[in-house]
């Protein structure tokens, strides 16, 4: 991500999350450190964000569950007789304490998870114990795609992700969203994405056909 600096924005009415703790104007398409980390890390959510799907909750826990008992099943069928010797109460309470701990930061993760698309950005904060928020102008956005994965079809929940020009990979994966408000957020995304493109009128009255010369020698 580019880093955040402050930047100049002409007069022009702006909402709560247009405005910096100081409360001077922020622009949209450049925000300053100080307001991802004062507002959008540590303060109320504004009115305008919003947060992951109910369903995420029980989706993810299911999802560490089945991680849990593949590793089991596989470190059991590795290594069986090994287990025959070993105090089993020794290993498993302690694991049973670790896996409790994994499922018990879902829903601590998910309270943290917010977005906001506006009119020039997408904003996207996410993190436990180390707090993020991701700023992706939209005139970088190249395209952007929904997908479900097995588990999410099961609570109908998707995967939204926006690729921007010359990345490797997704700028802002935001998952676990309902599959309808992906949807929503595809097309309006669509819609925001400045074009630069030139019209195709434009395009074809440059070309100039070639002269009777020209033919003549081809």
């Given amino acids: 991500m580019d880093s955040f600096a402050t930047k100049n924005a002409p007069a022009e ?4 999350a247009h405005v910096a703790p100081d409360g001077q104007p922020v622009d949209n398409a450049l925000l300053s450190q100080t307001f991802i980390d004062d507002v959008c890390l540590t303060q ?3 009115a305008q964000w919003a947060g ?3 369903a995420a909750l029980p989706k993810r826990l299911l999802q560490r569950l089945l991680i849990a008992l593949t590793v089991c099943t596989i470190s059991f069928a590795a290594s069986h007789r090994v287990f025959a010797y070993i105090d089993w109460p020794l ?3 302690p694991l049973l304490l670790v896996l409790a701990l994994w499922l018990g930061m879902v829903p601590l993760q998910l309270r943290h998870c917010r977005y906001v698309l506006r009119q020039r950005d997408f904003i996207y904060c996410h993190g436990l114990l180390w707090r993020k928020a991701d700023l992706l102008p939209l005139r970088r956005v190249q395209h952007v795609t929904v997908s479900q994965g097995a588990i999410q079809k099961l609570f109908d929940l998707a995967t939204l992700e926006l690729y921007s020009a010359g990345s490797s990979g997704a700028e802002i994966k935001l998952a676990d969203i309902t599959h ?8 309006l995304l669509s819609a925001l994405i400045p074009q630069d493109e030139p019209p195709l009128a434009a395009v074809t009255s440059s070309v100039t056909p070639p002269s009777a010369e020209q033919r003549h020698v081809d």
């Fill in 13 to 16: 009415p702006v909402d709560s």
């Fill in 44 to 46: 109320p959510l504004p």
């Fill in 52 to 54: 992951l799907a109910a």
């Fill in 180 to 187: 309808h408000e992906a949807m929503v957020l595809s097309e």
């Fill in 91 to 93: 290993i498993v309470l």
